[in-house]
């Protein structure tokens, strides 16, 4: 298993490999579907991210089977199912880097600056509408957001920001939909 401070790193160096990339560069062979079957997962990090057809974490970093634990939410925001998703993937599975990773031209965000919404998308609307408060600018709306979802992780799963190379790291992103790269928030 690898340390917080490696999986971050992979992910920068996935994300290089992608933005130059005319094929996914992530090892999805037989060979490792065959590997991880035999002797499950072992991710390196957990991405929440939003449900955007556009944002494909595997592909964003450059990953292939079994790398990354995706849990997808519109708007990733986080409530009780995502919480219990990150907290298998750090408790069953040791993995030690949790981002979450919002993106530019988000339309759960947009609709929350503009206050429209309806039916189930209300719950997710009203989570971004506390995270980004008066907000109306999208970029710094989605940087909120983000920001928001990191100190829920934080919070809920009694996660604080530690410099230990064993413990837990949880970090915040914004992927730019129009040219491939990631931006660390911290």
């Not at 995270?131 to 909120?144: H, M, N, R, V």
Request: overall charge negative; some cysteine.
């Amino acid at each position: 298993m690898i340390d917080a401070k490696e999986a971050k790193q992979r992910l920068i160096a996935g994300n290089q490999k992608y933005m130059g990339a005319v094929t996914p560069h992530g090892d999805v062979s037989p060979e490792i579907r065959m590997d991880t079957a035999e002797n499950g997962q072992h991710p390196y990090a957990i991405v929440i991210t939003c449900s955007d057809s556009r944002v494909i974490p595997e592909s964003i970093f450059s990953a292939g089977i079994g790398e990354i634990f995706v849990v997808r939410v519109a708007g990733n925001v986080i409530d009780d199912h995502q919480l219990g998703s990150i907290e298998y993937a750090a408790d069953h599975l040791g993995t030690k880097f949790i981002l979450v990773l919002g993106h530019t031209r988000c339309g759960a965000v947009d609709a929350a600056i503009k206050g429209h919404a309806g039916g189930f998308i209300d719950s997710i609307v009203e989570d971004i509408e506390l995270a980004i408060g008066s907000e109306t600018d999208p970029f710094k709306a989605s940087c909120l957001n983000v920001k928001h979802g990191v100190e829920v992780i934080r919070h809920e799963l009694e996660i604080h920001p530690i410099h230990d190379p064993d413990g837990l790291v949880v970090a915040g992103a914004i992927y730019h939909i129009e040219d491939g790269r990631v931006e660390f928030l911290d």
